[in-house]
């Protein structure tokens, strides 16, 4: 069993600002670890996690990959998150290079077709549409959850992208829950981008019923 990153070093102010880990995040690195296994032998050489957060996540696989061969990437709206993200990293012997972005958007063209790994878990609480505009500009804690209408106002951003930062080899991580409609999601990508997909790990966490998906060409 591959540990839970160490996150001693954040604090209550951190986690004031930054989406503290919780059953979302912990879905996620189970997904990876069934995983690591196919995700080691395909030999990547290039990972990239949208909105980091607290950099749990982005330490975690490179405790899988090693940090000898792979680069690891992220970005995060959140300023805070970023710094949060580079401590993360430094604490638990990963290097994580961070930028401070909406999604993806600065990186599309210069990582063309160069994603190993992307990883995604997006705010997907449904809100209202002027909510989840509102978290992004303030680029806060809020930004981490509140996902406008059905919660996809902002993953529908990044699924625009997926398709022109996957590599060859390329796996997607997507967080979801079932108000998100993942088969809609998963028929989408098949139809626009023939990217094929499957549901790696599905639980139910008080509220919410969430899913991990795993997109691939």
């Known amino acids: 069993m591959i540990p839970t990153p160490d996150l001693s070093h954040l604090t209550k102010q951190d986690y004031d600002h930054v989406y503290e880990p919780a059953e979302d995040t912990f879905i996620l690195l189970d ?23 607290s950099g749990c996540v982005s330490s975690f696989i490179g405790a899988i990959l090693g940090t000898s061969t792979i680069l690891c990437l992220a970005t995060d709206i959140n300023p805070h998150a970023c710094r949060c993200t580079r401590l993360t990293g430094r604490q638990n012997k990963t290097p994580i290079d961070v930028v401070n972005a909406s999604l993806a958007s600065p990186l599309v063209q210069r990582l063309r077709h160069a994603v190993d790994v992307l990883i995604f878990n997006p705010p997907y609480v449904p809100t209202y549409a002027d909510e989840a505009d509102d978290a992004q500009q303030g680029a806060d804690i809020q930004g981490a959850w509140a996902g406008g209408e059905i919660g996809m106002q902002v993953t529908d951003v990044l699924l625009d992208q997926v398709e022109d930062l996957l590599s060859p080899i390329g ?27 499957e549901v790696v790990l599905e639980r139910r966490a008080g509220g919410e019923y969430l899913f991990v998906v795993r997109f691939s060409r």
């Open 31 to 53: 997904a990876l670890e069934q995983d690591a296994e196919e995700l080691r032998v395909s030999y990547p050489r290039l990972c990239l996690e949208i909105g980091s957060g």
């Open 171 to 197: 796996r997607f991580y997507l967080v979801a829950v079932k108000q998100n409609d993942v088969p809609a999601i998963r028929q989408r990508m098949l139809d626009t981008y023939r990217l094929s997909s």
